[in-house]
């Protein structure tokens, strides 16, 4: 009964709905927005170039006049702000900002012709510090979801599609505030789970959840959904059926968007967002990369000396052509990338991230210097058998603990002997592990899992 609502309310929220609620109730112009930014991927190359160009220059003209973060910063480097139209200028003068100065001078960066109270705020996450609050319009705000609903229709998933979003919330949500939320959801079709609560049992009433809603599509951070694959799996359950996957907020590993499509039947489809700029780029139908929303974000991604660098790793550095409330130019999101000059066999002309890497994690550093990615720790337990979740902690350079959660297909002792085994390379250079067997895993305020955590004293 409830598969047929689904599936009827969606083109009526697509058709009427939302049109109706967004344009006519609310006043705002998401929906209108929607179907203009629809066509821009389809412009030629040359024509989105000049849209960003044309962006950047009235961008840096009113940062300059505006904002006195880059007022002065601007000042100081001998930028001429009229005429900036690539930020290879402003690369090559030095200008970059970083999370830390968003930290120390937010006031800096809001715009003077603005007040917070008439802005939306929402707060940047991450793993470290005190969260950052965002501003920008709502007028902007309208324009970001209507990029977030552009890049779903490049994967079939229309506006209304019924689905099912596995997402992070506030902790400790009360009753109230918790059917809100599944409310806020339901309108827009979506079953609504929580990432908080991604222990066996709640992922099989989740993968029950799904099915009854009649959801088609899962959107959801990496992890819980991989998860809920395994699960499934090893309950030899029928998985619901599915036209697709979207992950994001999380790295996806090649073995786990196999896990999922293999569990699933269905394709698994990346995105890459960040809670400053929502939606940056989003793999299409093809699945050849993804496509960067160029018309609103100039990304690049550079090397240590800030060098562009194309189908290598590097830095991704975004400027934020449309928030004009508190401007991002040349953000450094402290996450890796690969850039690519490839060309999308489905037409849509916006440039191409060849791959995401994510948050660039810390080095790990053994007690005789041998050095090795924070990454390391996220593979190094792929194939050894009986881990449903584990995290690393770093106690000091010669002591690590690895947090297991055992899945019982397996003994203990047969996943400790094989962790220590895997973990033999870092043993040769003075690295003792230990194993701790442990119900649960706790998550971040926002749902998401840390598989390294540091907790020396001492940073060299
Ligand atoms: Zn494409």
Redesign the pocket.
């Known amino acids: 009964m409830r598969v047929i609502l689904t599936q009827l309310y969606a083109p009526l929220y697509r058709n009427l709905v939302f049109p109706f609620y967004d344009s006519v109730l609310r006043r705002r112009k998401t929906y209108s927005y929607y179907r203009e930014v629809s066509r821009v991927p389809w412009l030629s190359a040359d024509e989105i170039e000049g849209m960003r160009r044309r962006r950047l220059r009235a961008l840096v003209e009113y940062c300059a006049r505006n904002v006195p973060y880059y007022t002065r910063l601007f000042a100081e480097r001998g930028i001429d702000p009229s005429g900036v139209d690539d930020v290879g200028v402003l690369r090559e003068s030095g200008i970059s900002i970083t999370k830390e100065d968003l930290r120390s001078r937010s006031g800096e960066f809001m715009s003077g012709e603005f007040r917070r109270e008439d802005l939306v705020c929402n707060f940047s996450g991450g793993t470290t510090g005190v969260p950052l609050p965002l501003y920008k319009t709502m007028d902007y705000w309208c324009m970001r979801m209507a990029i977030k609903l552009r890049s779903e229709d490049w994967i079939g998933k229309r506006p209304g599609t019924p689905s099912a979003i596995i997402w992070g919330h506030k902790p400790n949500l009360g009753r109230i505030a918790m059917a809100r939320l599944q409310l806020y959801w339901n309108f827009q079709n979506y079953r609504y789970l929580s990432a908080l609560d991604i222990g066996e049992e709640s992922l099989l009433r989740y993968a029950g959840d799904i099915k009854r809603y009649g959801a088609r599509y899962i959107e959801s951070y990496v992890n819980p959904v991989y998860l809920m694959a395994k699960t499934i799996e090893k309950h030899g359950i029928d998985p619901p059926r599915l036209d697709g996957i979207v992950t994001g907020a999380e790295t996806l590993r090649d073995f786990q968007k196999e896990k999922m499509e293999e569990v699933f039947g269905c394709p698994v489809y990346d995105r890459y967002g960040c809670s400053e700029f929502t939606n940056i780029s989003c793999e299409?139908e093809?699945h050849?990369g993804q496509?960067i929303n160029a018309d609103n974000l100039w990304v690049e991604v550079v090397d240590r000396n800030d060098r562009p660098v194309i189908g290598e790793e590097g830095e991704v550095v975004i400027t934020d052509l449309m928030n004009f409330a508190m401007p991002f130019v040349r953000y450094r999101l402290d996450d890796t990338a690969v850039m690519t000059n490839r060309k999308?066999e489905?037409g849509?002309n916006f440039p191409m991230l060849e791959k995401v890497i994510g948050k660039t994690t810390g080095i790990f550093r053994a007690p005789d210097g041998f050095e090795v990615h924070g990454k390391y720790f996220q593979w190094i337990l792929y194939n050894v058998p009986g881990i449903f979740r584990f995290q690393f902690v770093e106690k000091s350079s010669s002591r690590v603990l690895a947090r297991i959660e055992h899945d019982g297909t397996t003994t203990r002792e047969d996943t400790e002997r094989r962790v220590k085994e895997a973990f033999a390379d870092l043993a040769a250079h003075g690295v003792g592990i230990a194993v701790e067997f442990v119900d649960s895993i706790p998550l971040t305020k926002a749902g998401k899992m840390n598989f390294f955590v540091s907790e020396r004293e001492v940073r060299d």
């Open positions: 299409c093809r050849r496509h999308c489905c849509r």
